[in-house]
């Protein structure tokens, strides 16, 4: 029976979750030699894996500590004899599944570029000449007066 739920519960995926796969072995190797005869049949009839009952672990355990310390983040911890109660209860219940884990990807605020039609403006060229405006003539007191710098003497 031991050679039959050694081969069920390959760990061939999600090792990457737990540092390499050590608490998942752990856990497998745990089920395959304390397993009885009626546990067996539930681990290979249930249609669960190991990294599934390690995902579940580490849920439960949380949701404990939550409960407890009603904490919401912080290092969560228990004994081995208790992962591996969590364990044997996630392959004896049938009523827990695998909870599918839904990948939210976050929303992309689209960025819309407005842009403005370019407007043609006619510009009018304007041809400025360059003429000096004509001179004034001078009377004869105007032209003294401003020889003196525009002061005379007599008046």
């Known amino acids: 029976m031991n050679d039959k739920l050694n081969e069920y519960l390959k760990i061939n995926e999600n090792l990457n979750v737990d540092y390499g796969g050590e ?11 304390n397993a009885d005869e009626a546990l067996a049949n539930k681990i ?50 049938t009523s827990i599944i695998k909870e599918t884990v839904k990948v939210v990807k976050p929303k992309v605020k689209e960025t819309v570029k407005v842009v403005k039609p370019k407007v043609e403006e ?18 004869k007191e105007e032209r003294e007066a401003n020889s003196y710098g525009g002061m005379t003497l007599f008046g």
């Open 44 to 93: 290979l009839t249930s249609n669960k894996n190991i990294p599934d009952c390690f995902q579940f672990v580490l849920k439960e355990v949380e949701k404990e500590y939550i409960a407890k310390c009603g904490k919401t983040s912080g290092g969560y911890a228990c004994s081995d004899e208790h992962v591996y109660s969590l364990a044997i209860h996630y392959f004896d219940e």
């Open 122 to 139: 006619k510009v009018e060229e304007k041809v400025i000449e360059n003429k000096k405006p004509k001179a004034k003539k001078l009377t």
């Open 23 to 33: 608490y998942q072995t752990r856990i497998k190797s745990y089920l395959v030699n």
